[in-house]
C-alpha cells in the first residue's frame, strides 16, 4: 500500500499553511482516496501546530516540526525537518507545494533517501498507480510519468487545483524532534525587488498588461510617463488585478529610458518571464509578439488595447482588440470604476 506524504509550510505570517500547501493538502486527501493509501500531512514552521488548525476534520496523520529555527527558508533546516517528516512517514508518495522554499530543498531530500523527485506537477490521476503530469522545456512538452522509484517526490504547481478547507474537529498533532547540522546560514531579513507596492497578484482574477507603448511618446510627441502610472496603478486597485509587462519594457529601467517606477522583471510576462493563470487579461500599450504572448497561454479570456490594427494581439491572439488609445480607455474604465463604487 502506498503512504502519501503531504509536506507544507506556513507563510510569512508564521502560523497559517500557504495557499499552495492547502492545495497540497487538497491533492493529497484526493489521492489517497484514489489509490487507497494511508494519509500523513508534514506542517513546517515556527508554530507548525497552530498552523495544522487549518486541517479541521482531515482523515490523516499530522506530523509537525516547529520551532524558530523553522519560521524561515533555509536549506539546511528545511532539508532536515523535510527529512524528518518523510521518515517518521515511511512515506512511499511525497507531495509538496512548488513554492521557493520547498522547491530548492526537496531535490536535495530526494537524494538523500534514495528517492527520485518530480517537478511542475500540473495534474494527479490513478491508473495503474499513481500518475502524474508534467511540463518539460518552459511548459513546451507535457508529459504524462510513473516512476518505480519509491519515494517519490512531487512538486505540485500552484494554482492547479481548489485549496483544502479543514471543518470539523482539528486533527492531534505529533510534534518531531529534528537534529540540526550546524547551521551556517543565519536569516537576518528579506531584501525582496524594489516594488512600491505588491502588484503581483496570483490569486488576482484580472492580469493587467503594460507593453512598452505606455512609455512612448505619444500623438502630442511628449512621453506621458507620470500619467501612466497613475491609470495603471488606479486600474489595479480598482479591480484586485495583477500586474505583467512585456520584456521591452521592464528592459527600459536597464537602459537609462523613462520606466515605470513599480515594474520590475519579475512583472515581465513571456517566453523568457512568467506564464500565470488568470481567468481573464487585458493588455495594454503591448505590441502581443510571440515571445510575450506565449506567457498568456493560461489565461482564459484575452483582450488587448493597442494603436496598431496590425499588432499581434490582431492575429487570432486575442479574443477581442480595441484599437484605441490606451490612455483615453484606461482613464474611462478608471472613472466608470470609481462612479461604480
Ligand atoms: C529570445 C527572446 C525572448 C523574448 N522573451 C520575451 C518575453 O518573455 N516577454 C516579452 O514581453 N517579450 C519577449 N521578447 C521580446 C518580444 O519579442 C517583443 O520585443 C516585446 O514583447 C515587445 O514589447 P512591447 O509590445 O511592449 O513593445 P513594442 O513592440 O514597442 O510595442 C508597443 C506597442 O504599444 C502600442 N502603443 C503605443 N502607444 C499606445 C497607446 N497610447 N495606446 C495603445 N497602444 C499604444 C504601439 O502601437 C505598439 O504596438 C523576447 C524576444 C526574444 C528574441
Not at 492545495?23 to 494519509?39: K, T
Not at 524528518?84 to 522554499?101: H, M, Y
Not at 482574477?205 to 502610472?229: C, M, N, P, R, Y
Not at 520606466?259 to 512583472?267: E, G, I, P, R
Amino acid at each position: 500500500m502506498e503512504k502519501i506524504l503531504v509536506l507544507t509550510h506556513v507563510d510569512e505570517s508564521g502560523a497559517e499553511l500557504t495557499r499552495a500547501s492547502l492545495e497540497a493538502v487538497a491533492a493529497g486527501v484526493e489521492m489517497a482516496e484514489a489509490l487507497s493509501a494511508s494519509l500523513a500531512i508534514g506542517v513546517v514552521g515556527a508554530q507548525g501546530a497552530s498552523a495544522a488548525q487549518q486541517l479541521g476534520g482531515i482523515k490523516a496523520r499530522v506530523l509537525t516540526v516547529s520551532g524558530e529555527e523553522f519560521s524561515c527558508a533555509r536549506y539546511a533546516s528545511d532539508t532536515a525537518a523535510c527529512e524528518a517528516l518523510v521518515k517518521a512517514a515511511e512515506a512511499t508518495l511525497v507531495f509538496a507545494p512548488a513554492s521557493s522554499r520547498f522547491a530548492r530543498v526537496m531535490p536535495g531530500v530526494a537524494y538523500r533517501l534514495g528517492g527520485f523527485v518530480e517537478t511542475h506537477i500540473t495534474a494527479l490521476a490513478k491508473s495503474d498507480g499513481l500518475e502524474a503530469t508534467r511540463w518539460f522545456y518552459r511548459q513546451r512538452i507535457e508529459a504524462v510519468v510513473k516512476r518505480e522509484t519509491r519515494p517519490w517526490f512531487l512538486l505540485l504547481e500552484a494554482g492547479t487545483r481548489a485549496a483544502f478547507v479543514g471543518s470539523g474537529a482539528v486533527p492531534e498533532v505529533e510534534t518531531m524532534a529534528v537534529t540540526l547540522p550546524a547551521l551556517r546560514t543565519k536569516v537576518i531579513g528579506v531584501r525582496a525587488p524594489k516594488q512600491g507596492e505588491q502588484t503581483i497578484r496570483p490569486d488576482a482574477k484580472i492580469l493587467f498588461v503594460a507593453g512598452a507603448g505606455w512609455t512612448k511618446k505619444q500623438a502630442d510627441g511628449q512621453v506621458h510617463s507620470a500619467e501612466a502610472e497613475t491609470l495603471i496603478l488606479g486600474f489595479l486597485k480598482a479591480v484586485d488585478a495583477s500586474l505583467g509587462s512585456s520584456k521591452s519594457l521592464v528592459d527600459q529601467s536597464g537602459e537609462n529610458q523613462t520606466v515605470l517606477k513599480f515594474m520590475t522583471h519579475m512583472n515581465q510576462i513571456g517566453q523568457t518571464g512568467a506564464t500565470p493563470r488568470h481567468p481573464k487579461g487585458l493588455s495594454t500599450c503591448c505590441h502581443g509578439e510571440e515571445p510575450h504572448v506565449v506567457g498568456w497561454r493560461f489565461i482564459n479570456e484575452r483582450r488587448a488595447i493597442s494603436l496598431d490594427p496590425n499588432c499581434g494581439w490582431a492575429r487570432g491572439k486575442a479574443d477581442v482588440l480595441y484599437v484605441a488609445d490606451a490612455f483615453g480607455v484606461m482613464a474611462k474604465v478608471n472613472a466608470l470604476l470609481t462612479a461604480g463604487k
